[in-house]
């Protein structure tokens, strides 16, 4: 669950920076300088850990920038090391064990091939499950969030530039129904879309801030709940179908909340027995399937937020969901 705070959110974390770990190792260890031989200039030059690019990878340079062959390590051993004491969380005890009953995946299918590593882009994250922070509105568009800041990079021109830096005061340009106008500040980002020329971010106190990409400022901020356990854990936005955009938001308080993109008002607001931890509008728009603290998902009424259906199979929380383009 997104809201357990009992969790040791650090010993995750450090998961996460291992690579960085071993790099950090590269430069402490495997070229350890001596100042009279050396100069800082040749130092950094030697240690830096550059782009890679597909036509790199398959001359056989590691996509991450790892030099693997400076290392006391290879990557083989290093992936199978990692495979042996890596503790995945679980929510539901012994999930893990549980789910070696079901039916293995297909391996060996290509879905993805690998094309750039920029080490300029740097995403970060604030909680080991709260990931909804990277965007691509196109093929070379990428949106993301870097510390307090949304960043922009371009794979075309690989320029990075910022977009919203909630580190100090923002506050909303216009004027709309519900909007706080005092704005927020330095506020902690648990959430972001991007989609078009919309962007919302969520916080982790409940709140939302809207932008439109081709205007300046913000066009809305509020504070969907002041419940304790507010988390906004994920946003989605969509074409309603009926003219214009919708977004939706996924709350730690058990809710889910529909606002339109015009201005900027709330539509709807459902409340279910869990905390919410993403949604996903069918292509129809007729259903929403809803996920959260709970083995068992949910698709509801977009209207009345009735249960239509269960959806039962997992053996632990669900985190993400989406819809085939056909809707089935």
């Known amino acids: 669950t997104m809201a ?18 071993i790099v950090d190792e590269v430069d402490e260890d495997y070229y350890a300088r001596d100042d009279d031989n050396i100069e800082m200039d040749d130092y950094e030059a030697l240690t830096k850990v550059p782009d890679t690019s597909a036509a790199n990878a398959r001359q056989g340079r590691d996509i991450q920038g790892i030099r693997w062959d400076r290392l006391n390590i290879t990557r083989e051993k290093y992936r199978l090391t990692r495979l042996e004491q890596y503790r995945n969380y679980e929510n539901v005890p012994n999930s893990g064990e549980a ?14 091939d690998f094309f750039f590593n920029s ?43 910022e977009v919203l830096n909630f580190a100090g005061h923002v506050a909303p340009a216009e004027k709309h129904k519900g909007s706080l106008l005092e704005g927020f500040t330095q506020t902690q980002i648990s959430t972001l879309a991007v989609k078009d020329k919309f962007m919302v971010a969520g916080g982790f ?41 919708h977004f939706m938001a996924s709350n730690n308080d058990c809710g889910i909340r529909e606002y339109e993109m015009e201005r900027f ?3 709807s607001h459902f409340n279910f027995p869990w905390p919410v931890n993403h949604t996903s509008v069918s292509p129809d728009r007729k259903l929403i399937a809803v996920v959260g603290d709970h083995i068992d998902g949910l698709l509801v009424d977009s209207q009345s937020g009735k249960v239509v259906s269960t959806m039962v199979g997992h053996r632990d929380y669900s985190f ?6 056909d809707g089935r």
């Open 205 to 245: 106190l409940g709140e939302l801030v809207c932008k439109r990409l081709d205007k300046h400022g913000v066009s809305f901020c509020t504070r969907t709940t002041y419940d304790d356990n507010a988390i906004t854990n994920a946003v989605e936005i969509y074409d309603s179908l009926s003219g214009g955009y």
């Open 4 to 21: 357990d705070h009992n969790v040791d959110e650090f010993d995750y974390m450090a998961e996460e920076h291992e690579v960085d770990d």
């Open 119 to 161: 080490r300029v882009v740097k995403p970060t994250i604030l909680h080991f499950q709260l990931r909804n922070l990277v965007w691509a509105t196109s093929k070379h568009d990428v949106y993301l969030m870097s510390n307090y800041q949304v960043m922009h990079w371009s794979s075309m021109t690989r320029n990075l530039s």
């Open 320 to 325: 993400a969901t989406a819809w085939h383009p």
């Open 265 to 267: 008002q709330l539509l």
């Open 99 to 112: 789910a070696q009953e079901c039916k293995p995946t297909e391996k060996g299918v290509n879905y993805y």
